[in-house]
T-cell receptor, first 114, second 115 residues
Framework: DGGITQSPKYLFRKEGQNVTLSCEQNLNHDAMYWYRQDPGQGLRLIYYSQIVNDFQKGDIAEGYSVSREKKESFPLTVTSAQKNPTAFYLC?????????????FGEGSRLTVL | GENVEQHPSTLSVQEGDSAVIKCTYSDSASNYFPWYKQELGKRPQLIIDIRSNVGEKKDQRIAVTLNKTAKHFSLHITETQPEDSAVYFCAASGSPNTGGFKTIFGAGTRLFVKA
């Protein structure tokens, strides 16, 4: 089945630790995204990548880092510099090309800092 | 920076009534406006979208209207059903000012449909 796979689904972290969330897609999409969702709030853009080896900061990039070494993979690292990392993280992708289209989302990763 | 405002944050309607959710975007160069539905504990999924060269689009009970001059677009759901209860998000993207693929979401509207 084609789709986006995020792992882990649930993750617990101690303060001061870095953690990496995985996002893999087999849809052959060029563009990939990371969003953060807090309870009762919308989707805030952390980072996005339109093509391999290139990515741009979103609105809340501080304390996060990403890489895009392969087309199908866009991992997100939540660093110790992120002051309030407990949240639900959603990865998404879209076909890319000459115009934007539907975003396809993974099932999300819920990070809790203890 | 780019911004999408969405209203209301919560909407409660009686089954069979209509529901309207409104969004305003700040980047006039945006050209793609999707709407996503997120059920509790699930991922957001596209329900309808509209591009800037179209003023209105309809799909069964769902319709979206776009006013480019006012930078405003709306979602209309007619004959609401309990299964329409969810959080709805509007979004804007496609602006060359941000490389074309930066997608910004509104804060969401929690819709309750009372049976």
């Amino acid at each position: 089945d084609g789709g986006i796979t995020q792992s882990p689904k649930y993750l617990f972290r101690k303060e001061g630790q870095n953690v990496t969330l995985s996002c893999e897609q087999n849809l052959n999409h060029d563009a990939m995204y990371w969003y953060r969702q807090d309870p009762g709030q919308g989707l805030r853009l952390i980072y996005y990548s339109q093509i391999v080896n290139d990515f741009q900061k979103g609105d809340i990039a501080e304390g996060y880092s990403v890489s895009r070494e392969k087309k199908e993979s866009f991992p997100l690292t939540v660093t110790s510099a992120q002051k309030n990392p407990t949240a639900f993280y959603l990865c998404a992708s879209t076909l890319g090309g000459t115009r934007t289209g539907e975003l396809f989302f993974g099932e999300g990763s819920r990070l809790t800092v203890l | 920076g780019e911004n999408v405002e969405q209203h209301p944050s919560t909407l409660s309607v009686q089954e069979g009534d209509s529901a309207v959710i409104k969004c305003t975007y700040s980047d006039s160069a945006s050209n793609y406006f999707p709407w996503y539905k997120q059920e509790l504990g699930k991922r957001p999924q596209l329900i309808i979208d509209i591009r800037s060269n179209v003023g209105e689009k309809k799909d069964q009970r769902i319709a979206v209207t776009l006013n480019k001059t006012a930078k405003h677009f709306s979602l209309h759901i007619t004959e609401t059903q309990p299964e329409d209860s969810a959080v709805y998000f509007c979004a804007a993207s496609g602006s060359p000012n941000t490389g074309g693929f930066k997608t910004i979401f509104g804060a969401g509207t929690r819709l309750f449909v009372k049976a």
